[in-house]
């Protein structure tokens, strides 16, 4: 009987017959192989598994606990929800590089050693950067070579910080970084800051995303920074420069998020804020932090989804994503304002959605660690996230100034895609137990408290007024906001121009004086050389070597054999041995 089914091989494996499959069959496909993932998941006994040798190196493939198993459960679900949005593609090269996204993220999740955990964390790199090549065009290509340029420095980082751990430790399971931060501890932390969008590491996400394809950006916005956010919670926990570093995440995002005109834009740096409180939560470390880091992982990969899906099918259905370009769509468009605003208002954490029972979990775990200053921030930066995400961008998105648009609601697929990710943030949100349950810790926190539910309310009825008062002043412009990407496209730009035109034309300098004198000297010498070798040295050598020959020619000639002759010749030896003698003597 097989003890484990691991969910990232139905994924990876269930990829190859895509291409083969057409019709109905390929959609009955593309919908049973996360279902079988979801029940592999939900049956998973916690344990190890597939524990072998390698290079001298315990490997574990799987290591499934109760961290690993919330991860897991979300990424299923939201992989079968986002193959429903994804049914109406006939092309199967989005529906594979999906596939191999979710397989590679679970591979990440129940990775029990740092090699797996590597070959999982490139090849998700890769699988996510062809949902943006397919989007095709300048701009989209160019997007994703800076997002696998990142990723692939990222990927260098991390792998770096693996060697010099196993190293030192002897070990490349993965677990805790224990024994205080090192190089090799940096290394891996930098890698994993990365793939989380930590500021200054957070660019690569706001410029990728919006130029993914429709279906793709829904996949991205799940996968790659809420595995980012497990695996620090797993190697990281208590990390105190997290603490700071996840604040400052989920105030940068919500203060560049009002400055963006593009609607995917927008909701991408709406996920560097709310991966904030998760990446704050993992640092503060504690039992109801980590509850909370989690929890709001799994609520926000389904809420983001669900804004994600909502932009995606207006832009599908009117070729527009900027809010400067949009506005009256509610009359063409009622069901996809309802279902968007559902994700709006979990993101915004009103009472009775998703949001509202996890994100305030990390919000407390902050206040019962006597971290005023980040409770402040944190509370700060959800306001700021209704006033963007729940109000600003469907405001101008689906009323606001009407353009006169032709826009109908999109695919039934796309419509029920969004429904399931709907009904999931509102049963969340009324029923927080089950969710409570998976937790990696026991659940000691009630959201539905008097106190918690006026302070919420109050804080986003005075969002909304601030936003009524304002709302010119809130205007989108069509302009574009500079970021930390800034750096690596003008470094790129100036190290190409240094390599085309001062290195290319030092080499070709170098080139042609090595070509017009330094090699014809060479050449001349290496002649010269040749003649003195064949002329002198072999002929030194080869007159000596004849003389010798002579030489024992003569001698082998004196060798007669006869007794008297040698005799005489000793005589004669010895009479010159003595007129030498005598003369020296004298």
Known sequence: MIDFVHPALLFILGALPIPFLKGSIRKAYLMLIPALAILAVLTVQPGSYGAAEFIGQEILIAKVDKLSIVFATVFTIMALIGMVYALHLTGAGEHVAAFVYAGSALGVVFAGDYLTLFLFWEAMAFA?????????????IRAAFRYLMVHITGGVALLG??????LATGSLLFGPIEGGMDVAAYLILAGFMLNAAVPPLN???TDAYPEATVTGAVFMS?????????????????????IWLGTIMALYGVIYAVLENDCRRLLAYHIVSQVGYMVAGVGIGTEMAVNGASSHAFAHILYKALLFMGAGAVIYVTGRRKLTELGGLYRTMPLTVALYMVGAFAISAFPFFSGFVTKSMVVAAAGQDHRALVVLALTMASSGTFLHTGLKLPYYMFF??????EAREPPRNMLVAMGMAAVLCIAIGVFPQPLYALLPHPVDFEPYTGVHITESLGILMFTALGFVLFLRALDPENTISIDTDWFYRKGARYFMWL??????????AVSDISETAVLPFLHGTA??????DLNGVDAVVNGVARSILRGGGALRQLQTGVVTHYALAMIVGV???IAVFAVVWR
């Open 203 to 205: 660019a690569w996400l």
């Open 128 to 140: 996510s950067a062809y949902l943006v090549f397919a989007q095709g065009g300048e701009q989209a």
């Open 499 to 508: 390599a085309e035109k001062p290195l290319a034309r030092y080499e070709k």
């Open 400 to 405: 606001g100034t009407d353009r006169k648009l």
């Open 161 to 166: 910080g693996v060697i010099l751990h196993g």
């Open 575 to 577: 009479i010159a041995a």
């Open 527 to 532: 002649r010269a050389g040749l003649r003195i």
């Open 222 to 242: 799940a996968f790659t920074t809420k595995t980012a956010v497990y695996v620090l919670a797993r190697a990281f926990p208590g990390t105190e420069l997290l």
